[in-house]
């Protein structure tokens, strides 16, 4: 079923569960912008496409918290916060050992392989790569039976770069749990938790209509964030 935040004439806020996709799927599988449509097609006597614009997405194995529009003009407005960084997202996550500062924050240079839909930590100046830079800030540090330390870290995007979260924290010896692209030790068989450790938490930004500030916080209880929060 669809999760509901907040729901209006003009936009609609959901939560996102890991595995599933935040656009529309080539595939046979659901995804966010059908599961929206649906929704908004049983409430409406509107024969027509019901219009569901997507401003922003997230990986596929993440969960979160998502804004969608739901007539053009507030897609464009919602779109223009995306673009000069003034919508707010923060992110949880899940680290694969111990970071070596409580709050830090990193900058990098990405590159994007077309070929193989990956990206990798290159050198200032590499052609085609894009400077990208995060903060995180710890909450807590446990150690597991099965994974050995691992860290939640709140991680905020200061730039918007192709799987970046996960490719920076791998690049600087912390992948996050569940990765089978950017840690190994989850690329192999009988080691996989359902989904990725990775989640966009809280959401923020302006209504494209009436310019209220409008905030929204959901902390994933799916996979091994249900054994952080309850610990």
Same mark, same amino acid.
């Given at each position: 079923m669809l999760e509901i935040l907040f729901e209006?004439?003009? +936009? #609609? %806020? %959901?939560?996102?569960? /890991? /595995? +599933?996709?935040?656009?529309?799927?080539?595939? #046979?599988?659901?995804d966010m912008v059908s599961e929206i449509r649906r929704h908004i097609h049983n409430l409406s006597t509107d024969r027509g496409m019901p219009y569901v614009g997507v401003v922003h997405r997230l990986d596929k194995p993440v969960s979160g918290v998502m804004v969608y529009a739901k007539e053009k003009k507030s897609a464009g407005a919602l779109s223009r916060q995306i673009s000069d960084r003034t919508m707010d997202k923060r992110y949880l996550a899940v680290l694969c050992g111990k970071v070596d500062k409580n709050v830090d924050k990193y900058v990098d240079y990405l590159l994007k392989d077309e070929k193989t839909n990956l990206s990798r930590i290159v050198d200032m100046g590499t052609t085609g790569?894009?400077?990208?830079e995060l903060e995180y800030r710890v909450l807590k540090h446990l150690e597991t039976e099965d994974y050995g330390d691992v860290t939640l870290a709140e991680i905020s995007l200061l730039t918007g770069r192709h799987h970046q979260i996960r490719v920076q924290m791998a690049g600087h010896g912390v992948p996050l749990l569940g990765d089978r692209k950017y840690n190994p030790a989850f690329a192999r068989e009988g080691r996989r938790p359902e989904n990725i450790a990775l989640s966009a938490y809280r959401l923020a930004f302006v209504?494209? %209509?009436?310019?209220?500030?409008m905030e929204f916080c959901r902390n994933p209880d799916d996979g091994f964030f249900k054994q952080l929060f309850s610990s």
């Open positions: 209006d004439a003009h +936009l #609609i %806020v %959901v939560w996102k569960p /890991g /595995g +599933l996709e935040s656009q529309s799927s080539r595939g #046979i599988g659901a790569a894009k400077r990208a209504h494209p %209509v009436s310019g209220k500030n």
